[in-house]
């Protein structure tokens, strides 16, 4: 016969092996020794020092990408700067081609002071004779000096003229500036004379305003005074039913129909008196309102105004120092620069 195995034999087979196996890994972990005596969760130690591996060797490849880019950057550096001294080495080495072709020692303007050759350039035909005994004596002092007081006078001449012309620029700059001081100071004067008219203007409307509130509350007492005078002129046999003084309870239709007319005509009145009171509100909002956006208005102009007076002061002033800085003499009266003695000895005579 075939042994047939029930679904619940085989459930119970596979919970008592389980069993078994959780006893067999129990007594694995009390009857070792290192285990007990250590007394903590070894698998939880592994994964801590797991971590903490993968942890160093990310930041080792870290610090390897970032010594790689260190790397690359310190040769891209190498690179540019060796760039860079190629550039400089070919500038110098056309500067100074530059000079071997187009500055010549000899094309100086005081190369014949320093020429080495001097002598042997002049010819004899030129060469001062100097008789006995007068070795050094210039024949033509007199003729220089005059030359060199005429020079010197010119020179002074020219720097007076200079002088001049710059006293004059400078009033003219001084005018230019008080002119531009009294324009500013014209309209702020304008500006002030625009605040005072906003201002009178608001007090007029504002005046206005009160006076008009003042003509309507009266007119509305003069009719509310009316109406009660009106009301209490009726005869006393006009009354509210069922008050009349009479031996007579009922009340009479005519009577009646005027009270009627008296509820209707007071309904309307305070009617009337509410939408009137609700318009006053709304035209004293307006003009209210009014007032303010045209008060804004004029305020906004006024600062506007004011930053551009500002704007134009800063302008002029700027200007103002530039050209002083610009027109600075940098000679003083007699000053005589190194080109006048340049021109001594600059031929044989």
């Known amino acids: 016969m075939l042994k047939t195995e029930l679904l619940s034999e085989r459930l119970a087979r596979a919970s008592l092996e389980k069993r078994r196996d959780i006893e067999t890994e129990r007594k694995e972990r009390i009857f070792n020794d290192k285990l007990r005596t250590i007394g903590v969760d070894k698998e939880a130690l592994d994964e801590q020092v797991r971590e903490k591996r993968e942890q160093v060797e990310a930041a080792k490849k870290e610090q390897n990408a970032y010594d790689a880019d260190m790397l690359r950057y310190g040769k891209v550096a190498c690179i540019v700067d060796s760039r860079q001294m190629k550039e400089k080495r070919a500038l110098e080495k056309a500067v100074v081609a530059y000079r071997q072709q187009?500055?010549?020692?000899?094309?100086?303007?005081?190369?014949?002071?320093?020429?080495p050759s001097r002598i042997k350039k002049v010819e004899q035909s030129d060469a001062q004779m100097m008789p006995p005994g007068l070795v050094g004596e210039d024949p033509e002092s007199k003729i220089r000096q005059q030359n060199q007081r005429e020079q010197l006078r010119e020179w002074l001449t020219q720097q007076?003229?200079?002088?001049?012309?710059?006293?004059?620029?400078?009033?003219?700059?001084?005018?230019?500036?008080?002119?531009?001081?009294?324009?500013?100071?014209?309209?702020?004067?304008?500006?002030?004379?625009?605040?005072?008219?906003r201002r009178k203007a608001a007090a007029i409307a504002t005046k206005d305003f009160n006076r008009s509130m003042a003509v309507e509350k009266r007119r509305q007492d003069?009719?509310?005074?009316?109406?009660?005078?009106?009301?209490?002129?009726?005869?006393?046999?006009?009354?509210?039913?069922?008050?009349?003084?009479?031996?007579?309870?009922?009340?009479?239709?005519?009577s009646l129909q005027q009270i009627i007319q008296i509820q209707k005509h007071q309904m309307e009145e305070k009617r009337r008196k509410e939408l009137e009171k609700k318009q006053e509100e709304e035209r004293h909002d307006r003009v209210r309102l009014n007032s303010a956006?045209?008060?804004?208005?004029?305020?906004?102009?006024?600062?506007?105004?004011?930053?551009?007076?500002?704007?134009?002061?800063?302008?002029?002033?700027?200007?103002?120092?530039?050209?002083?800085?610009?027109?600075?003499?940098?000679?003083?009266?007699?000053?005589?620069?190194?080109?006048f003695f340049s021109k001594f000895n600059t031929c044989s005579r």
């Open 102 to 115: 187009y500055q010549h020692p000899e094309d100086r303007r005081e190369y014949d002071l320093n020429d």
């Open 160 to 197: 007076q003229t200079e002088q001049a012309a710059e006293r004059h620029q400078q009033e003219l700059e001084e005018q230019h500036y008080d002119q531009s001081r009294v324009e500013m100071d014209n309209r702020a004067v304008q500006l002030q004379s625009l605040e005072i008219e």
């Open 222 to 254: 003069k009719e509310i005074n009316g109406r009660q005078s009106q009301f209490q002129g009726t005869p006393s046999t006009v009354a509210v039913p069922g008050l009349s003084p009479s031996s007579d309870r009922r009340t009479a239709p005519e």
């Open 293 to 339: 956006r045209a008060t804004l208005l004029i305020e906004r102009q006024q600062a506007r105004m004011n930053r551009q007076l500002r704007r134009d002061l800063d302008s002029a002033n700027a200007q103002l120092a530039e050209t002083h800085k610009q027109q600075k003499p940098d000679i003083k009266r007699g000053c005589i620069d190194d080109s």
